[in-house]
């Protein structure tokens, strides 16, 4: 079992030396004793602080409804970052929390979170076969024949060797698709509609894996279990 001040500390709650500040305050019970030791052993699922339950202790995984404008990167510069619409716990957690694969600053939909390196691992590699669904708005008439194409496993982005593997291409009218893909190249929707001559205006992410947005708005989250 973990020390207690290592456990919140590695929970996003503090430092070491603020989580060592909240249990002399009093603030921290084990199994419903007020804890007075910093380095005592506990289990994190009998700890509660201020009274709460420890946020996510086995792991956290959570959705995002990514709003357009946003980047998904920790570094400054390039704009607002998605984890200024997280809780800040989340980003002191050791190790803090990621997204599972990227959406560009200028698409919204659907982004999970999580502090699971191997979740990172499974969801983001190229073996992975997880259906992400994406609805696209373009500049010029969809065709049937794009169906085909799509679905064919022969369309190559440029500068790169290896054709996309077969995507599903529902037309909804002239200027709008529905996309599913099982990869996640770079920039890979965009590029896709790219090589068709076509430029993708507005894109949305409305579904990954299991996981859809169902009532969330753009900025809002959502735990999973
Ligand atoms: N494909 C893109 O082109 N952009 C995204 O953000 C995601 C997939």
Not at 112 to 138: H, N
């Amino acid at each position: 079992m973990p020390r207690l001040d290592q456990l919140l500390a590695s929970l996003g709650y503090g430092s070491r030396r603020e989580v060592r500040a909240l249990i002399d305050e009093g603030k921290v019970t084990v199994a419903g004793v007020v804890a007075k030791k910093h380095d005592a052993k506990a289990n994190a699922h009998d700890v509660l602080v201020d009274g709460m339950a420890l946020e996510a202790p086995d792991g956290l995984l959570a959705m995002l409804h990514k709003p357009i404008g946003y980047v998904c990167t920790h570094a400054d510069g390039e704009g607002p970052t998605i984890y200024e619409l997280l809780p800040a716990r989340w980003s002191r957690r050791n190790p803090p929390v990621t997204s599972i694969g990227r959406l560009d600053k200028d698409t919204s939909g659907l982004l999970l979170i999580t502090d699971r390196g191997e979740l990172v691992q499974k969801w983001t590699s190229p073996k992975s076969d997880i259906e992400k669904v994406y609805e696209a708005e373009v500049d010029k008439p969809l065709s049937p024949e794009m169906i085909e194409i799509f679905a064919s496993g022969t369309i190559r982005l440029r500068g790169e060797d290896n054709p996309c593997l077969p995507a599903k291409l529902e037309i909804i009218d002239d200027l709008h698709a529905r996309l599913t893909i099982t990869e996640g190249r770079y920039h890979q929707v965009r590029r896709m509609f790219a090589s068709q001559g076509m430029h993708v205006e507005k894109l949305h992410r409305a579904k990954f894996g299991e996981y859809e947005l169902g009532d969330l708005k753009p900025g809002e989250w959502q735990m999973l279990t």
